[in-house]
């Protein structure tokens, strides 16, 4: 069967700076960090005391107050997220066969809250006065779910859980299903809510974090000689996956298409990257491939870009040797340097965010980057955006257990 094109035809996030789609675009070229101290619980016991929050969030009346008691946090980010890719995309669910529409999103970790305080009331109230909702709420799959019974699809309906490449995962395997006849259209994308007691203090154990509790803004600084960690945030980024000559014939706005996504492991260690990153650089190579590009092809990487010692001189190293001399002539940026890291959702929203630099040609900036270390010595867009025409990207995604995708975006 001739493999089928895949576009994406809606966007939504609610994230650390944003909660909408074009809130998030300005936020993006203003440089506007979402890193602050932490509001959701008190952090004065713990190491690290800040975060990138949701910051204003309200689910309702997008999800109605009964539906908001059943979903954790993460849930209710990807319903508010999806409601508005779903919009942006015009399409309607009724001119589709229901079977052939579907749900796959990823998330790390699911509902962590939920957990959290089913296991408190456990243990400070007994046993029968856990919630009947606790185990629903706290599901990795309960958002795919969710999200199929509100618009009533029937179609492939799974959850990705790679840590911090699940969204990505997703995404690509939400194409896959698409090029190859399975389905018409997809939602798909990440979400993730982890900031809570046992989130922060498990990322601290595993001494993952910044610890610049007295300048949260300028705590994620990808590719700068004075990153200490990643930031722990939270979030959704969803995207419209539509059959082209179906989203064109009905006249969609498309953003761009969905053409390669590369999967591997690293087969090396649970936290850290390979050193060499050569799985990363193969989940690239995969890309390009799938895609039917040359490297030099490529303009621009949405990076994974953590902010993490090892990460990202691993990340550099994995971009010099798939793309040789013409690594110094990408642009490449991190969008965590601004949202800081969203785990699992993450792949989601720096999906949203390529597709919006494909659309408008500007390109976000790395902030933070004031003292580039030596070992990361490519062009980052450091601290103010770009024009510039971009046509074919990459974004990157890799995750504790050593997962590796890379998604190749191209405009159509």
Same mark, same amino acid.
């Given at each position: 069967m001739t493999r089928r094109r895949v576009v994406v035809t809606g966007l939504g996030t609610v994230n650390p700076i944003a909660l909408s789609v074009p809130e998030y675009w300005q936020a993006l070229l203003a440089g506007k960090s979402g890193i602050a101290p932490v509001t959701l619980f008190d952090p004065a016991p713990y190491k690290v005391r800040f975060g990138g929050e949701v910051k204003g969030f309200n689910p309702e009346p997008i999800v109605d107050h009964k539906s908001v008691r059943k979903l954790d946090r993460c849930g209710q980010f990807a319903m508010v997220a999806a409601h508005e890719a779903i919009k942006d995309s015009g399409i309607e669910f009724d001119k589709y066969d229901p079977f052939r529409v579907g749900v796959i999103l990823g998330t790390g970790i699911g509902g962590l809250s939920e957990f959290e305080d089913g296991y408190n009331t456990l243990t400070t109230r007994g046993p029968s006065r856990v919630s009947p909702f606790t185990i629903v709420k706290m599901i990795?799959?309960?958002?795919?779910?969710?999200?199929?019974?509100?618009?009533?699809?029937?179609?492939?309906?799974?959850?990705?859980?790679?840590?911090?490449?699940?969204?990505?995962?997703?995404?690509?395997?939400?194409?896959?299903?698409?090029?190859s006849g399975h389905a018409d259209a997809m939602i798909t994308g990440g979400t993730e809510a982890a900031i809570t007691h046992m989130g922060l203090a498990g990322f601290i154990a595993c001494r993952a974090l910044s610890e610049r509790n007295d300048d949260p803004a300028h705590a994620s600084r990808p590719f700068d000689k004075e990153r200490d960690g990643f930031v722990l945030s939270e979030g959704s980024g969803i995207l419209v996956l539509e059959e082209y000559e179906q989203a064109k014939a009905r006249g969609a706005n498309i953003y761009c298409e969905v053409v390669g996504c590369g999967n591997t492991a690293d087969a090396y260690h649970i936290t850290a990257p390979h050193e060499d990153g050569i799985g990363a650089a193969e989940a690239m190579r995969q890309a390009i491939r799938q895609a039917g590009w040359n490297t030099f092809d490529v303009d621009y990487i949405n990076a994974h870009g953590t902010s993490t010692p090892l990460g990202d001189v691993a990340e550099t190293k994995a971009?010099?040797?798939?793309?040789?001399?013409?690594?110094?002539?990408?642009?490449?940026?991190?969008? +965590?340097?601004?949202?800081?890291?969203?785990? %699992?959702?993450? =792949?989601?929203?720096?999906?949203? *965010?390529?597709?919006?630099?494909?659309?408008?040609?500007?390109?976000?900036?790395?902030?933070?980057?004031?003292?580039?270390?030596?070992?990361?010595?490519?062009?980052?867009?450091?601290?103010?955006?770009?024009?510039?025409?971009? +046509?074919?990207?990459?974004?990157?995604?890799? %995750?504790?257990? =050593?997962?590796?995708?890379?998604? *190749?975006?191209?405009?159509?």
């Open positions: 990795a799959n309960t958002t795919a779910g969710s999200i199929s019974i509100r618009y009533h699809l029937r179609g492939p309906n799974t959850t990705v859980s790679t840590a911090c490449s699940s969204a990505a995962h997703a995404i690509g395997d939400a194409m896959t299903a698409i090029a971009i010099k040797k798939v793309f040789g001399d013409h690594a110094k002539r990408l642009k490449i940026s991190s969008t +965590k340097s601004l949202i800081g890291h969203l785990l %699992g959702a993450s =792949g989601g929203v720096e999906a949203v *965010a390529c597709a919006l630099i494909m659309r408008h040609g500007v390109i976000h900036p790395t902030i933070n980057l004031t003292n580039p270390d030596p070992e990361c010595d490519l062009d980052y867009v450091p601290n103010t955006p770009r024009e510039a025409r971009v +046509k074919r990207v990459l974004s990157n995604s890799f %995750g504790f257990g =050593g997962h590796n995708c890379s998604l *190749a975006l191209g405009a159509v």
